[in-house]
């Protein structure tokens, strides 16, 4: 991926306790992204594609439109921020995935969202 179309993505999990009901096997998380363009050229978020899994090792895959129901246009330099949810199985899980975006030039590229771990308080030491 060239220096001008370059998107770091960062994600805070948190458990969602009040809406969660272990006992149904119901874990819910909220997590809050960060998308920045750290690149030299403007892009705007198109798609997502996500991939959650369970302690079980089952997969829920998500895809669509932009995010929260809108398609972020990011200059360089700008963040766009968002909090969204997910439901699991088991008190842990992992989240991954990718955002696709079209830079102002017309360049179709990824923004990758690193793995990170969805877990219930004082599950993991």
């Given at each position: 991926?060239?220096?001008?179309?370059?998107?770091i993505v960062e994600a805070k999990p948190q458990?969602?306790?009040?809406?969660?009901?272990?006992?149904?096997?119901?874990?819910?998380?909220?997590y809050t992204i960060t998308i920045t363009n750290v690149g030299t050229v403007p892009a705007t978020l198109l798609t997502?594609?996500?991939?959650?899994t369970d302690?079980?090792?089952?997969?829920?895959e998500v895809t669509g439109e932009g995010v929260i129901g809108e398609q972020p246009y990011?200059?360089?330099g700008e963040s766009f921020r968002y909090t969204s949810?997910?439901?699991?199985?088991?008190?842990?899980?992992?989240?991954?995935?990718k955002y696709s975006m079209i830079s102002d030039e017309g360049e179709n590229f990824k923004a990758?969202?690193?793995?990170f771990t969805l877990s219930i308080p004082r599950t993991l030491h």
């Open positions: 991926m060239s220096e001008k179309n370059k998107i458990y969602i306790e009040a809406q969660s009901s272990p006992e149904d096997d119901r874990y819910v998380f909220a997502r594609h996500w991939l959650i302690a079980n090792g089952k997969i829920q990011l200059k360089p949810g997910a439901m699991i199985e088991t008190p842990v899980g992992v989240m991954q995935g990758l969202v690193p793995k």
